[in-house]
């Protein structure tokens, strides 16, 4: 069966720190990937996409990158955080399916606190 | 830009009862999703509908589609407490590989 893994599960950083956030998923090969922000109490913002590696899609500009080194891996960084980048932060993996998109699966998040 | 728009944003019903959320999107769509989030957790996927379908259900779920109004319906029947969560639409557009949520509407089961 597939799982996918978040870490860390919570963080407190520094305005002005880097961020690194990473993803991976097992038991399945060449997913989607997807990285969404949720701030409290609202929907989902994505922020990133990747149908492979190497291959990364920016939803909205801001202080955030996204690199997918492995098929299963999926990393979101910042060179500085600032507060406005706290959220809790989803990843999300689905099966390709050509042009569209089916169910997507996803992780137990990470609360960041920037303070 | 949010694509789907879940209304109400909030609802509070006694248990038992029948939960109704509506969700209305923007363009054409491929299928659309129901997810639930429990509170600080991931989402899980409840149901999907693809867009020549008008209706479908599983288990205690049905959910409706209307293409030529562009809104979705989720109920849930004989609610129970643990039907307590924040429920989101996601519409899956023509021709991209990715979702895009609503705004969620907040279910909470009264006891």
């Known amino acids: 069966s597939q799982t996918i893994h978040q870490w860390p599960a919570t963080l407190v950083q520094p305005v002005g720190s880097p961020l690194s956030l990473e993803c991976t998923v097992e038991?399945?090969?060449?997913?989607?990937l997807y990285w969404y922000r949720q701030a409290a109490g609202r929907g989902l913002q994505l922020l990133f996409y990747s149908v492979g590696i190497g291959q990364i899609s920016s939803e909205v500009p801001q202080n955030l990158s996204a690199s997918r080194p492995q098929d299963r891996q999926f990393i979101l960084s910042s060179k500085k955080l600032l507060l406005s980048d706290s959220g809790f932060y989803l990843c999300a993996w689905s099966v390709r399916v050509g042009t569209t998109t089916d169910t997507q699966y996803f992780g137990p998040g990470t609360r960041l606190t920037v303070l | 830009s949010q694509q789907g728009e879940e209304d109400p944003q909030a609802l509070s019903i006694q248990e038992g009862e029948n939960a109704t959320m509506n969700c209305s999107y923007k363009t054409s769509i491929n299928n659309l999703q129901w997810y639930r989030q429990n509170s600080g957790r991931g989402l899980v996927h409840l149901i999907l509908?693809?867009?020549?379908?008008r209706e479908t259900h599983s288990g205690r779920l049905r959910v409706t589609l209307d293409t030529s109004k562009k809104s979705s319906s989720l109920l849930i029947t004989a609610s129970r407490a643990a039907d307590t969560a924040s429920y989101f639409c996601?519409?899956?557009?023509?021709?991209?590989?990715?979702?895009?949520f609503g705004t969620g509407t907040r279910l909470t089961i009264i006891p």
């Open positions: 509908i693809r867009s020549n379908e």
């Open positions: 038991g399945t090969s060449n997913p989607n």
């Open positions: 996601a519409t899956d557009a023509d021709g991209n590989e990715k979702l895009t």
